[in-house]
Every structure is written in C-alpha cells, then in structure tokens.
C-alpha cells in the first residue's frame, strides 16, 4: 500500500516538474494533466487525495481551455480543444461520474461541464463527442429525488438551457423522436421535470425557473415537448393543492389583503411562515404569479394548453364545488380567493380564463344564476363576499355584455327623440325618482349633505338629469343585431338576472346592516367605459 503511494507520489512529482518547466507549452500541459487523471482514475485508489489531484488536474485543463479560446483563431480551434474531441475526454468523464467512483466524481463532471459551457466563447454542443455525452448525463440528471448532487445538476441544465435560449437550434441535439409514443421528446425538459420533485425546495425552484427559460421558445420540437408535456396539468395542480388547504377559519379580509408573487422567496416561506392561516394563501399567490409569467412569454399552442389545464384542474375540479355547495365558511373562503385573484391577475389570457369560467363558459350558466343569487344570500358575510365580487368583475372587458347587455336582442326604433309632453312626464318620473331615493337612504350616506347641509335634493335632481341626458345619447348608437327597422316587435328588452338581483336588493336597503347597504349601489353605477 505503502509503495503504491509513494509511487503516485513521485508520479505527480515529475508531472508538475514537467508542468512548471519553461518549455512546456499549453497542449503539452493539457495533456499531462489529463495523463495524471487517467492514471488516477486506473489506479483503483479511491481515497480523498486522488480526488483532490483530479479535482485540481480538472481545473487547469479548463482555465487552459478558456485561455486557449480566448486567444484562438475564429476560424479554427486550438490544439487543447483539439485533444480533447479526439480523444473523447467527456465520455470518459461521464463513465466515471456515472458511476460516482472515485466518490465525487459525479458532481466534479457537472461542475466542469457547467463551466465549461458557461465560459466557451465558440459552440461546442454541434461536436459529437460533446453532445452526446452531455446527452447521457442529461438522461440521469433527477433520477434521485434525494440525490446530493441535485444543486449541481439543476446548474448543469440552467446552462443548458441558456445556451438554447440563445441558439434555438441548439435544440436539436437534445430532441428524440421516440417511434413508441410518436411524439417529440426535449431531453433537457423531462430532466427539469423530475428536478421539480426534489425534495430540496431551492432546487426545485430553480428547475421551474430553467423551466421559464425554455418557455417562450420558438423551436416547434421544443413547443411541442412542452405542450405534451405534464408541465400544464402541474402547474394547476399547485394552484389546486394550495387552494383546497386554504383553511375556511381564514378572514376574508386577510385573504384579500395577501400579496405574494413568485421570487427567490418561496422556497423559504413554508418555514418562515408554515403556522399562519393565510401561508397557503400566499403560495397559491405565488403559483398563480408563476403561471402568469410562463404565459405571458409562452407560444400560443402552450398558453391554451395551461389555460385549458387551469380551467380542467382548479376551476372545474376545486372551484365549482366549492362555489355551489352550502357551506357559509367554504362560500365565502372561496369567493375572496377568486376576488383576490381577478385583482392580482395581470396577464388577459388568464384573467379570461377566470372570467369565462364564472360567466359565460358552456355550460355554467347555472354558476353564473348561482353567484347573482350569492349576492341575496341569507349570510351577511357570503353576501359582502359575492358582491365584491362582481364588483371586481364589472370593470373587466365583455363582462357587461355578459352579465347584461346579452339579455337585450333586436333593433333599437330609429326615432329616438321625444315630444315635450313625454320629456315632461319623463322629468316628473325623474323628480319622484330622486324624491323616493332621498327619503330611502339614510340622511348620512348622502353625499350631497356634507356639501350642502341639508338634504341635497337639487344637487341630485342637476346629477339625474344629466346622467339621463348623457346615457340617453349612448343610446342612439346601440344596434340590434336582427329585425326589420321600425319593427317594434322585433325588440325585445329583457330583464337580466344580475340586474333583477341587484334591484331586488335595493329594494331590501332597509333590512340590511350598515356596511352591507350600500354595497349595490357602485355596482349599479357602471362607468361609460364598462358600456
């Protein structure tokens, strides 16, 4: 045993005597050092020193690589590149990372290959003995969802992933088309996939953070990996999982007060904050920020993939039952987290996911009856839950026409003007209008009464009368979409059930509690861009 040291001993020696002579040149150094691995790697000795010796060796035959491309040629490679490719050094680093002997070995080959591609001016992926071991590796990164060296590997494919961002037809080395499934298959992807169930919640981030970076991809194989792939229904089932743990003992106004969007932070917000009632809140939150921006970059085809997924996952197979079922406390957890999402929601193809859904998806007419009626409910706090919901909903684009003007079919009669006697008897509905109003609302939810300090009756009657005037020329341009002109039958105005709801509502003013009486009446002011 003895002798075998000394013998390595006296090896190295010679080889860094060799190293550190004038006339060694960078190649000649190269090869040296890959002569004191080989050597190791034969020798059987699996000690800590002959990994540190490989460890070291490893390291100058990179700075030797970079060195060497910075100063090299652009129309050629230098004698180090030259060297490795011939002899195939990766595959035989991947040989012996594989099966992690000496130990370390492993994570000693992601790191060199991570810096190796990170810091390589010229492509070296198009190279055979480059790419297909980088291949092999790809193909047992995340096999362990335990594995020690999981923070390498999720550095390893983030450099990956940066080189394919940049040259999309990088992505062709990485993509099998596999005769058992017919489908395309993106290498980098699947590892990521099985990275984001590592057990280590750091790690697991940053595989969704690679997983952001290949998103909005313009390469059709990787587009279609990706829309195959179980990443969308994933994704919904974070959303669904964090939703369905929101505990019903949670305050809507906590609820709607949660602010969280996706960052370095995550992964530290279950210790930091695993004991309040809203963490759950915050990381659905977080779920949702991450799907907005997957989306926002992502092709067509893989937006209406998780759009789709969203919608199957969380709002049908969570939402829906929630929404319907009796429950006071789950009603209301319910309607705040939807409120609370439509307000944080920036990008439209999600938010119309959301408003579709509630709506005027096929359907869920019934959902949409079954909210409106939420707004009459016997609790007070489902009935201020389900009016602030359409309160955040009013404002979105084609929800008025959903909730309201859908209702209204046929032609408005051309003649729109009116004789003196019918604007006479139209002021006096107005005045007695105004009148019933001022004596229904109590004196100190008048607005007018601070200005003027008393009733406020005329500053009313200026306000109805030019919001008349104002809605009555808006008015003039609607058009029906069928019947004759002049056909008076072909018009038929109904009655929708939100507008049926909220008067009815406001016709039970009196009965309700201070705070919830006038939460009806902003709803019924729809401003003229809701028109």
Not at 10 to 25: D, N
Not at 435 to 464: F, H, M, N, Q, W
Request: glycine letters at 6%; hydrophobic letters at 40%; aromatic letters at 6%.
């Amino acid at each position: 045993m003895f002798s075998k040291l000394s013998a390595m001993l006296q090896h190295a020696a010679e080889v860094t005597s060799q190293m550190l002579s004038p006339q060694a040149s960078p190649a000649e150094e190269f090869q040296l050092c890959w002569r004191v691995i080989t050597d190791t790697l034969s020798s059987e000795n699996e000690s800590v020193n002959s990994m540190h010796c490989i460890k070291s060796h490893l390291d100058q035959m990179i700075d030797l690589l970079c060195k060497e491309d910075e100063q090299r040629d652009q129309r050629g490679m230098g004698p180090c590149m030259e060297f490795m490719l011939r002899h195939r050094i990766l595959d035989m680093l991947f040989t012996s990372g594989k099966s992690d002997y000496p130990c370390g070995m492993r994570r000693e080959v992601l790191v060199i290959l991570t810096v190796l591609l990170g810091r390589m001016q010229q492509p070296l992926i198009p190279h055979v003995s480059i790419h297909q071991p980088i291949q092999r590796l790809i193909a047992v990164c995340g096999e362990n969802p335990t594995s020690p060296e999981a923070v390498e590997e999720v550095q390893f494919l983030r450099t990956l992933c940066l080189q394919v961002q940049r040259d999309s037809f990088m992505a062709d080395f990485f993509i099998e088309d596999r005769p058992s499934t017919g489908k395309k298959h993106f290498l980098v992807l699947e590892a990521l996939l099985r990275l984001v169930n590592c057990q280590d919640s750091v790690v697991a981030m940053k595989a969704y953070e690679c997983l952001l970076l290949i998103s909005g991809m313009p390469h059709s194989g990787v587009v279609e990996s990706l829309v195959g792939s179980s990443l969308p229904t994933l994704l919904a089932s974070h959303l669904q999982f964090h939703f369905q743990l929101i505990p019903p003992s949670c305050p809507s106004s906590q609820i709607l007060a949660c602010s969280a969007g996706w960052g370095v932070d995550y992964a530290a917000r279950g210790s930091a904050f695993g004991s309040t009632l809203t963490w759950h809140m915050d990381a659905y939150l977080s779920w949702l920020d991450y799907c907005e921006q997957f989306v926002s970059c992502a092709s067509e085809n893989l937006k209406t993939s998780v759009c789709d997924a969203i919608t199957e996952v969380l709002l049908r197979g969570s939402l829906l039952s929630r929404l319907t079922q009796a429950s006071e406390e789950d009603l209301q957890v319910s309607l705040s987290v939807v409120t609370r999402s439509l307000q944080v929601l920036i990008s439209e193809r999600i938010l119309r996911t959301f408003v579709c859904f509630l709506l005027c998806s096929d359907g869920q007419a019934a959902l949409q009856h079954r909210l409106i009626g939420l707004c009459n409910h016997l609790s007070d706090d489902v009935c201020q839950s389900a009016l602030q919901l359409f309160d955040v909903l009013l404002p979105l684009p084609s929800v008025v026409n959903s909730l309201l003007f859908c209702y209204w079919h046929g032609e408005v009669p051309a003649n729109q003007f009116l004789t003196d006697e019918e604007l006479f008897k139209e002021r006096e509905r107005l005045e007695d209008a105004v009148d019933r109003y001022s004596t229904v609302v109590p004196g100190k939810l008048c607005s007018c009464a601070e200005v003027t300090g008393e009733s406020g009756i005329e500053l009313y009657l200026l306000e109805a009368h030019r919001q008349v005037a104002y809605y009555r020329s808006i008015s003039v341009k609607w058009e029906g979409e069928s019947g004759e002109e002049g056909d008076a039958s072909a018009l038929v105005w109904g009655e929708s059930p939100f507008l049926s709801g909220m008067t009815s509502k406001l016709e039970a003013i009196l009965d309700q509690v201070g705070q919830l009486a006038p939460s009806p009446c902003p709803l019924l002011t729809l401003p003229p861009s809701a028109l």
